[in-house]
Structures are given as C-alpha cells and as structure tokens.
C-alpha cells in the first residue's frame, strides 16, 4: 500500500483528516489496492500564506541560486527515477517502460529550463530602438501560482510548469490529479529533499471544489491547467474578471494526422501507431483520425492493420514481454471508450480491426480499434 502523507505547506507535510474521499486500485490489477485519501478545504488558508511567504524568499534568490536548488532537485529525482516510474505505471496502468521514460523526463526537463528558457527572461537591452535612445526588456515574476496536473503524466507535464515558475522567482501550489495522488507526492518529496525554501513548494490534494477555491483567490497570481475542455471553460468562468491572474491552459483535442501520396509509408505507420495508441490513446495529441492519399490508402490501410495487430497489451509491470499498451485511467475512461465504441458501430463504415475481449486482466482494458 502506497503512503499518502497529507498536504504539503510551510515546509512539511499536514495529514488531512476527514472521511475518505477518493480509494485506489491499480487499474491494471484491480486486485491491487494502492491507497485512500480524504481532502480537507480547512487547510487552504494556510496553503495560500505559505505559498505567499515562499514567494518573498524565492523572488529575491538569484537565478544563479535557484538553478543550484533545481539542480539538486535533480539529482534527487535521479536517485528516486526508479520509485517513481513504478508509481506512475501501478497508478496510471501504465507500461513500466514507458513510466520510465516518463521519470526520465523530470529529470532531463531542468537541463532544459536552464539552458533554454531562462533566456527568454533575462534583461535584454535593444540598442537604438529609437535614435540616441536603447530600450531594456525585464521580467518580474507573476507571484504565487497554481499548477493543476493531469492524471496521464502526472509528473513530468506539471514537472514542466513548476520549473519554468520557480527559475522565474515564483512559488507555486501543486494540485495533482485526484486519481494520481502518490505519483506526484513522490514529486514534491523531491523537491522537499532539495532544500527549496520554506513555503515555495506547497502541494494540496482535492478535486474541483478545492481547485475553485484557490484559483478564485485574490493572492493567486498564475493558474495552470492541464486537462479538459470542461474544466478548462471552468476556469475560464471564474477568473476572466480578474485581470491581475494570468492563466494558461492545455487542453485535450481530437487530432488527426494527414498523410501525403509522396510520404515514406513504414517510418509514416510507426510513428501513427504511436501516436494513436500510446498511452492507451489518453494524451492530448494522440491521433484520433488518419486521412490517407487515394494513391497509397489501400497500401497504408492493409499495414497499418498489420502492424496494430501486433500490439500487446497486458499489465503494466507484471507481464514477461513489455506491452505497448496497458490499461485505461479507470471505469469511467473505459465507459466513454466503449459508448464511442458502439457508436462508430452504428453508423456506416466498415469495423478493421474489432475491439478484443480482455476482462481476463482484471482491470480497465481496451484494445486497439480501427474503423475505416
């Protein structure tokens, strides 16, 4: 059973106390319990003052002494990749290997921050902007920002914000997905090891009425979501008025990929399998329709059939021969696949490759479906 320690302010973490809210299981194991957890809205006042607080400490660190703080972070995360890609796949479903890259990802994105993006913010000085007079370009940070992650990569895509905030002299409040809790807590356990100063770093478990609760208050200068249109025009709802809260949101979209009469058709299929069935199909890009040239559609069609078929799909650590695919998030996600699932059934079309019976897993399954 996995160990849930509470919300994170002030420098350590709180237990929340309270009536169990939200219960765990692996949803490629069902088997498997993971943890339970309760939220508690009494600790949000202190959330908030703590991460104003860090604020003060952070914005008047030098870039020089924050990127020693990220790089120690590093380090741990580097110590702990391991812990946390077993996380991610026994909370996600997701394959072990690709929970791996995911945790490598943490890691690698400070190099990343530091070498690229902290040049989009240093002082820049525009010689002649006008004649005999040079213009300056600086930046300040926003303030205390909140960061909502996604359930799909529950670390590495809000890892991303967070840095970007914190070389920038922010602090911030993490609120993960409610269904990846432990996963991100390992994430702030991190950075807890790293020394940041007290109060930069806060982390609240909840869903949305916790969420609604800080971004509508006043001291919250940043708000960043990642996750759903509908939560995303939530958002939108109760921060348009306030003009001193910047916020930015990455939404999920149905994508499609295009492919030209004059395209390498072998690199063209690897990289659309990937596209439409890593992660089981949950991330924001992946590949919902494919529009073939005449010229090559039979071509492609009859290898991309081929090629699918080959995809395993089996439990995310557990299984001798990794699998390319494992489970769904939950019941829900799998309710939705399969409503859409007899919907493309029922229209016209003809069914390539049919959705396969895997209730012998023992967890929130789906196999690749391809209609054309």
């Known amino acids: 059973m996995m160990n849930l320690k509470g919300n994170y302010f002030s420098g350590n973490f709180k237990e929340i106390k309270g009536d169990v809210v939200y219960q765990k299981h692996c949803p490629g194991d069902l088997d498997k319990f993971l943890w339970e957890s309760s939220e508690d809205a009494s600790h949000i ?57 995911e945790a490598g990802a943490i890691a690698a994105k400070v190099d990343v921050t530091i070498s690229d993006s902290l040049e989009r913010i240093k002082t820049k000085t525009i010689q002649n902007v006008l004649p005999g007079l040079d213009g300056h370009e600086l930046h300040k940070p ?40 432990y996963s991100a807590q390992l994430l702030i356990e991190c950075f807890h090891e790293a020394s940041f100063p007290k109060g930069v770093i806060n982390f609240v478990v909840g869903g949305g009425k916790i969420a609604s609760k800080i971004i509508q208050d006043s001291r919250m200068k940043g708000v960043f979501f990642t996750g759903s249109k509908t939560v995303g025009e939530k958002i939108l709802e109760v921060t348009y008025k306030d003009f001193n ?11 499609s990929s295009i492919i030209h009469e004059d395209a390498n058709i072998d690199h063209t299929l690897i990289e659309v399998v990937k596209a439409a069935f890593l992660t089981t199909g949950q991330r924001c890009t992946s590949t919902g329709n494919i529009f073939v040239h005449e010229k090559i559609y039979d071509e ?54 049919e959705a396969s019976d895997l209730t012998h897993l023992n967890g929130f399954y789906s196999s690749p479906v391809i209609h054309e």
Request: one cysteine or more; glycine letters at 6%; proline letters at 4%.
């Open 245 to 255: 809260k910047l916020v930015a949101l990455e939404l999920g979209g149905k994508n």
């Open 45 to 101: 006042e202190d959330l908030i003052e703590s991460s104003v607080e860090g604020f003060k400490k952070i914005r008047t660190l030098t870039f020089e002494q924050r990127i020693d703080l990220l790089k120690k972070y590093k380090e741990v995360v580097l110590r702990r990749k391991e812990e946390i890609a077993l996380a991610i796949a026994l909370e996600v479903g997701k394959p072990l290997w690709e929970a791996r890259t």
């Open 142 to 181: 926003l303030g205390p920002s909140f960061v909502i992650g996604p359930f799909n990569f529950p670390c590495h895509l809000a890892n991303g914000q967070i840095l970007s905030l914190l070389l920038s002299g922010n602090s911030i409040i993490f609120k993960p997905s409610e269904k990846t809790i």
């Open 300 to 353: 492609f069609r009859d290898k991309f059939i081929k090629l699918t078929k080959r995809i395993i799909v089996n439990h995310p650590t557990e299984h001798e021969e990794a699998p390319f695919m494992s489970s769904l998030i939950d019941e829900q996600a799998l309710e939705v696949f399969n409503q859409y699932l007899h919907k493309a059934n029922s229209q016209e079309g003809n069914n390539l490759i």
